[in-house]
């Protein structure tokens, strides 16, 4: 195939790229400024350009939790989107905060790599992570908490510390509701992120500039001045206008001077055996810088305590002009679609500013806002879509299908779909919110960048392996004798069975979760046939095999990949 | 110290050679040079090498390099000398020695992003001249890849020029460095193989007429007209049927893997920036059976943002860095061995490229922090023997160069100087240089130029 032409698989493609909008969201018109929701009407979708009405509490499934499952799609039915939401506000299930307990570095013997994965590897934080993905109720707080997780980076490929895996990221779950101050706070603070970023033992005289600059560019208010809908202030020559200087960056790392690590026990300072990653930092005043700072407009006097620069350096940045919308838009990224409106963006980060009662930062009314707003309720235009990031899919996938695992098997094949979950390559994650989309000239689509070769085709068989060869006894949902409390994965494969010669049923289920009912009836049609070509004598191995070879078709299938 | 010779481009007006060869009307942009085949492979150093202890001063300059960098001066002794000439390598970096001899590695000083040329004076008075959030490792990754200074880019110079040129049975830009804005051309896309190991089957696919492959192909329909759909199932067919012909290149051994060993100890190279480059050996090797008469390729080593431990406190030799340059000097080293293997030597040249250089000044933790200029480094039969290009800045803190206090110098030589020297050598038309490098008129005339880093 020739490298050049991009290759449509139909006829007919609307190709009328260049007749877009670069922003035409589609959208507009929302009202969720104040955050608060009565009990509008459920949008009425619009139908897809195929004809097709896309079911809208799937879609809210797909935005807000690891993938539908028909309980999660009947709940919210029943509930209403304003309803569903205020008892996932509520709901509990998840967490990281028993993994956190710190050992020190040399407490696993020579050799011995059970202990070695157990204490000072991502595995039995994921293994949590992919569990509670697939059956925790609390849905909500874990997407939130893994869009921030991939806003505020740090990773197992830079520090190895279970315990200090497990604590960064139940800040994340523990604040998804809560207010952005507290977050930031609470990362600038955290061991973990101290290593990862060096903050952790910079000194007066020669401070590292490390945490300081990737702060304020990625964890808080991004390096361009943005209006409050997104997009970037100009100056008169057409330039972009910087938030901060190098002047800034470096009073700002004079300012986070004097923190070191908690230590493990009763151990010295000194001791870097002992480092109690999952604490938060503990004061150094020798290697404070005492003198006054200037930063971002604000001064920080000589003679302030520690806790007084830090406590200057957040609020500069979280009172910051550009941290709502910056925020905002790698929310909406990454819960709705990578290419919102500028409008839906400034109605989201007007929340940030205002939760209505005069609070800023109110994590909960910025995610109300989002997943209320108009232009998430309804579908996304032709020029929308958001590819589903390769956790996602696989996530998605297993809902869909119905399993119940301890999370080894998700965490062994996330490191070969190029996703895999706290290993981030760097702290710019594991792709820029703002990758183009191949062939595109204006649209975004971040998770574009992982949608290699070698991807494609891994995920290709994760979606095989799982489905025509995943009965009960695979060897990969075996548990794992070196980890105490592993129990496998066992896919719930009684639940299609009980469809026996009932195809159009299993076609109907695979419609819903997989597609949201977008299936054209020519789709419908070649999928049953898939699954009818099957033909087995033992009705109940019959039906799983259907299943399984229609669950194949789907799940490899490009429109699985795309939220619409 | 003084400036290098530089080349004055002419650029033919209007050479109305866009003779449609193809859809998308590609020029004749790749005039046919003399030797035929070239392959440019771009060596991206991500994090931010720092350059400045890559490449070293030896002379008199070397005492006022330690007095400035604090805590990450190498001492002279350690160092890794080139014959005649006034700088010397990182001491991990012994394996590249015979290359300088050989004269096939040359020295760019102080190379970085520049919207126009700029003096420190400039820089402070002239805002709209300097580059967009300059030390921020994602805009400057950007700007090496895309060449534009002060916007972001959605494609990148290898892939425009890929643009230009006329595909085969794979595509001629290849990325083993991921889906980076470097390889993504306007029309083409590149093909993006795994830094070692092959690609994997379909499983449970065979071609044929089954149901089953019917409603996979009915499935596989974006008759929605959503654009990313059509992206997403675009990439979908395209990484299937690329994987089929990739494979017979990835598969097993091959001749030119031999050559990536230790030189010290004859062990097997294990880095993954040795792996990446022995598949780039290998699809230079199928160049005929691709039918790619020209090919690009990005290869990329991590871990360059080196904020702390950089160097051994004590022993500023080793450490982090020290490890890093180890590895990317054997593993170019072998490269050029597994040219040499095949008689391309000359056809190929590799050329290293990095977010920015760092601060002059160490940090209290072993470490330096985000700057500007950098050094770089050129291998390939065909650069000219011994060059050193470019002008090594004054290095005193606060002093001509620095526009801060902790040593971030103002570039001497543009991206699209240095880049764009390694581009027409590779047989980009001067016509189709404005594409390529979307600043080029700044950077070719009023004395600005791409480097005399060939053999003329």
Same mark, same amino acid.
């Given at each position: 195939?020739?490298?050049v ?10 190709m009328? @790229?260049?007749?877009l909008?670069a922003?035409?969201?589609?959208g507009?018109?929302g009202?969720?400024g104040g955050?608060?929701?009565g009990?509008a ?5 619009a139908?897809t350009p ?8 799937v ?6 939790? #690891?993938?539908?499952?028909?309980a999660l799609?009947?709940r919210i039915r029943?509930?209403?989107?304003? *309803?569903?939401?205020?008892?996932? #506000?509520?709901?509990t *299930?998840?967490?990281y905060?028993?993994l956190a307990t710190?050992?020190r ?5 020579a050799?011995?790599?059970a202990? $070695?994965?157990l204490?000072f590897?991502? =595995?039995p ?7 509670d +993905? ?5 849905q909500l707080?874990q997407?939130v +908490?893994?869009?921030?997780?991939q806003m505020?980076?740090?990773s197992?490929?830079a ?5 200090g895996?497990?604590a960064? /990221?139940q800040?994340?779950l523990?604040n998804? #509701?809560?207010n ?5 706070l609470a ?5 973990y992120m ?10 007066r ?5 490390n ?7 990625l ?13 970037p ?9 910087p /938030?901060?200087t ?5 009073e700002?790392?004079r300012a986070?001077?004097?923190w =070191?690590? +908690?230590?493990v ?6 001791d870097n055996q ?10 150094v005043p *020798?290697?404070?810088?005492s003198?006054?700072?200037?930063? @971002?407009g604000?001064t920080?006097?000589a003679?302030?305590s520690?806790?007084?620069?830090v406590?200057?350096?957040i609020d500069?940045?979280f009172?910051h002009?550009s ?6 838009r790698h929310?909406?990224t990454?819960?709705v679609t990578?290419n ?12 940030f500013?205002? /939760? ?11 995610v109300?806002?989002?997943?209320t707003d108009?232009?998430?309720?309804t579908?996304?235009?032709s020029?929308?879509g958001?590819?589903?990031?390769p956790?996602?899919?696989? $996530?998605?996938?297993?809902?869909a299908?119905g ?5 080894y ?9 190029a ?9 710019f994650n594991f ?5 183009p989309?191949? *062939?595109s000239?204006?649209?975004?689509s971040p998770?574009?960048k ?9 995920l290709h068989?994760?979606?095989y392996d799982?489905t025509?060869?995943?009965d009960?006894?695979?060897s990969?949902y ?5 980890i105490p ?9 009684a639940?299609w069975?009980a469809?026996?010669?009932n195809?159009d049923g299993?076609?109907?289920r ?6 949201a009912n977008?299936l054209?009836?020519?789709?419908r ?26 669950l ?10 795309v939220d619409? | 110290?003084?400036?290098?010779r530089?080349d004055?481009?002419?650029l033919?007006?209007?050479?109305g &050679?866009l ?5 998308f ?6 005039a ?5 085949f ?10 931010g090498n720092?350059g400045?202890n890559m490449v ?5 300059? %070397?005492?006022a390099y330690?007095a ?5 001066g190498?001492?002279?002794?350690s160092?890794t ?8 390598l ?10 300088w ?5 040359a ?15 400039t820089y ?7 580059p ?7 805009d400057?990754?950007d700007h090496?890849?895309g060449?534009? !200074?002060?916007e972001?880019?959605r ?26 804005v470097?390889?993504?051309?306007r ?8 830094s070692?190991?092959?690609l994997?089957?379909?499983s ?6 089954t149901?089953k492959?019917s ?9 929605d ?6 992206g ?11 994987a ?5 290149i990835l598969?097993?051994? !091959?001749p030119?893997?031999?050559?990536f ?6 062990a097997a190279?294990t880095s993954?920036?040795a792996k ?8 230079i090797?199928?160049?005929g059976?691709l ?5 690009n390729f990005?290869?990329s ?6 904020h702390?431990?950089?160097?051994q &406190?004590?022993s500023?030799?080793?450490?982090? %860095?020290?490890n890093?340059l180890g ?5 170019m &080293? ?7 293997s095949?008689?391309?030597a000359?056809?190929?040249?590799s050329?290293t490229m990095?977010?920015?250089g760092r601060t002059?000044?160490?940090n209290?933790q072993?470490?330096?922090? %985000?700057?500007?200029?950098?050094? %770089?480094?050129?291998?390939g039969g065909?650069?000219?023997p ?7 800045p ?12 902790e040593?971030?110098?103002v570039p001497?030589?543009?991206q699209?100087?240095y880049?764009?020297?390694?581009a027409?050598w590779h ?19 009023a ?5 005399a880093?060939?053999?003329a």
């Amino acid at each position: 195939m020739s490298s050049v032409s991009r290759k449509f698989l139909a006829a007919g493609a609307a190709m009328g @790229l260049a007749l877009l909008a670069a922003c035409d969201g589609g959208g507009g018109g929302g009202t969720s400024g104040g955050g608060l929701v009565g009990p509008a009407a459920a949008p009425s979708p619009a139908p897809t350009p195929a004809g097709v009405t896309l079911d809208d509490s799937v879609r809210l499934a797909q935005q807000a939790s #690891f993938g539908p499952t028909v309980a999660l799609v009947e709940r919210i039915r029943a509930l209403g989107v304003p *309803g569903w939401l205020d008892e996932q #506000f509520g709901a509990t *299930g998840s967490t990281y905060a028993d993994l956190a307990t710190d050992v020190r570095s040399d407490s696993c013997a020579a050799g011995d790599t059970a202990c $070695t994965t157990l204490r000072f590897t991502r =595995t039995p934080v994921a293994m949590r992570f992919y569990a509670d +993905a697939i059956t925790a109720p609390d849905q909500l707080r874990q997407r939130v +908490a893994f869009a921030l997780s991939q806003m505020i980076v740090a990773s197992e490929a830079a520090v190895r510390s279970t315990a200090g895996i497990a604590a960064f /990221n139940q800040l994340f779950l523990t604040n998804a #509701f809560g207010n952005y101050r507290d977050l930031l706070l609470a990362v600038t603070m955290n061991g973990y992120m101290g290593d990862y970023l060096d903050m952790a033992d910079s000194r007066r005289g020669t401070p590292s500039e490390n945490y300081a600059r990737e702060f304020l560019q990625l964890f808080s208010m991004g390096p361009d001045q943005l209006a409050m809908d997104g997009t970037p202030q100009r100056d008169a020559s057409g330039g972009t206008i910087p /938030n901060y200087t190098a002047d800034d960056i470096r009073e700002v790392a004079r300012a986070l001077t004097g923190w =070191t690590y +908690a230590r493990v026990g009763n151990a010295a300072a000194t001791d870097n055996q002992a480092i109690a990653y999952a604490q938060p930092m503990i004061a150094v005043p *020798g290697r404070y810088d005492s003198a006054e700072k200037k930063f @971002l407009g604000t001064t920080v006097a000589a003679g302030a305590s520690q806790q007084a620069s830090v406590a200057a350096v957040i609020d500069a940045a979280f009172n910051h002009g550009s941290t709502p919308p910056f925020v905002a838009r790698h929310l909406i990224t990454h819960l709705v679609t990578p290419n919102p409106s500028p409008a839906y963006i400034g109605r989201v980060a007007a929340v940030f500013v205002n /939760n209505g009662s005069g609070v800023r930062g109110d994590l909960k009314a910025v995610v109300r806002a989002i997943l209320t707003d108009a232009e998430a309720r309804t579908p996304q235009p032709s020029s929308g879509g958001k590819l589903k990031e390769p956790v996602l899919a696989m $996530t998605s996938l297993a809902r869909a299908i119905g399993v119940t695992t301890d999370g080894y098997v998700f965490q062994v094949r996330d490191a070969t779909i190029a996703q895999p979950v706290m290993r981030a390559p760097s702290v710019f994650n594991f792709y820029p919110d703002d990758f183009p989309l191949p *062939g595109s000239a204006t649209l975004r689509s971040p998770a574009s960048k992982l949608l290699t070769s070698s991807t494609v085709l891994r995920l290709h068989n994760l979606v095989y392996d799982w489905t025509v060869s995943g009965d009960a006894g695979r060897s990969e949902y075996a548990a794992v004798s070196t980890i105490p409390g592993s129990s496998g994965s066992v896919p719930v494969w009684a639940d299609w069975e009980a469809f026996g010669d009932n195809v159009d049923g299993m076609v109907d289920r695979i419609n819903l979760l997989l597609f949201a009912n977008g299936l054209t009836k020519a789709q419908r049609d070649a999928l049953k046939a898939a699954g009818v070509a099957v033909t087995i004598a033992d009705p109940k191995l019959q039906a799983r095999k259907r299943a399984q070879m229609m669950l194949y078709v789907a799940g490899t299938s490009p429109m699985f990949l795309v939220d619409r | 110290m003084s400036l290098s010779r530089r080349d004055f481009v002419r650029l033919t007006a209007g050479t109305g &050679a866009l003779a449609a060869l193809g859809q998308f009307g590609r020029t004749a942009a790749i005039a046919a040079p003399t030797g035929s085949f070239r392959a440019m492979v771009g060596i991206f150093l991500f994090g931010g090498n720092d350059g400045w202890n890559m490449v070293i001063p030896t002379d008199a300059r %070397h005492s006022a390099y330690l007095a400035s960098r604090g805590s990450v001066g190498i001492p002279r002794t350690s160092l890794t000398p080139l014959t005649n000439s006034s700088y010397a390598l990182h001491p991990a970096m012994a394996a590249l020695r015979p290359i300088w001899d050989e004269g096939a590695l040359a020295l760019v000083l102080n190379a970085g992003t520049l919207f126009a040329p700029l003096t420190k004076a400039t820089y402070q008075s002239r805002t709209d001249l300097r580059p967009a959030n300059l030390m921020s490792h994602s805009d400057e990754q950007d700007h090496w890849q895309g060449l534009r !200074a002060r916007e972001t880019s959605r494609d990148g110079f290898l892939g425009r020029i890929a643009d230009k040129m006329s595909g085969g049975s794979l595509p001629p830009v290849i990325s083993l460095a991921g889906a980076t804005v470097g390889v993504l051309g306007r029309q083409t896309t590149p093909l993006i193989l795994p830094s070692s190991g092959g690609l994997p089957a379909r499983s449970g696919f065979t071609a044929g007429g089954t149901a089953k492959n019917s409603a996979i192909t009915a499935l596989g329909s974006n008759a929605d007209g959503y654009a990313v759909l059509d992206g997403v199932a675009g990439d979908v067919t395209r990484s299937y049927d690329q994987a089929v012909t990739a494979n017979t290149i990835l598969a097993g051994t !091959a001749p030119t893997d031999a050559f990536f060993v230790n030189p010290t100890t004859g062990a097997a190279l294990t880095s993954d920036l040795a792996k990446q480059l022995m598949i780039v050996a290998r699809m230079i090797a199928a160049r005929g059976t691709l039918g790619h008469a020209r090919q690009n390729f990005l290869v990329s080593q991590g871990g360059y943002d080196t904020h702390s431990g950089q160097v051994q &406190a004590g022993s500023t030799a080793t450490g982090l %860095h020290a490890n890093l340059l180890g590895d990317l000097a054997m593993a170019m &080293a072998g490269f050029h061995k597994a040219m040499g293997s095949l008689g391309l030597a000359g056809n190929v040249t590799s050329f290293t490229m990095s977010d920015f250089g760092r601060t002059y000044l160490g940090n209290g933790q072993s470490g330096t922090d %985000h700057a500007w200029g950098s050094n %770089h480094i050129v291998m390939g039969g065909d650069v000219a023997p011994g060059a050193v290009l470019g002008r090594y800045p004054d290095p005193v803190l606060g002093g001509a160069d620095d526009i801060t206090k902790e040593g971030r110098f103002v570039p001497a030589v543009a991206q699209e100087e240095y880049l764009g020297a390694i581009a027409r050598w590779h047989g980009v038309a001067d016509a189709d240089l404005p594409y390529v490098f979307p600043n080029w008129s700044t950077w070719s005339s009023a004395g600005r130029g791409p480097l005399a880093l060939f053999r003329a």
